[in-house]
């Protein structure tokens, strides 16, 4: 997981906060598309922020 726009967040502790934006590029590797989209959409699922919304069409042609 790469973060973007670190000069606008901050972390507490163990928590991250951001300002909005894009904030996150989460990647994977694998063997194949299917199974590398699914680890990184699987990861994605394990992020939660307020306002937090993601495309779901990325990595599809």
């Given at each position: 997981m790469f973060q973007c726009?670190?000069?606008e967040q901050k972390?507490?502790?163990n928590t991250y906060y951001t300002a909005g934006g894009?904030?996150?590029g989460v990647t994977a590797v694998a063997d194949n598309l299917?199974?590398?989209l699914g680890k990184a959409y699987e990861s994605?699922?394990?992020i939660k922020f307020k306002d937090?919304?993601?495309r779901k069409d990325i990595g599809r042609v």
């Open positions: 726009s670190t000069p972390k507490e502790g894009r904030v996150l299917d199974a590398v994605v699922q394990k937090m919304h993601y």
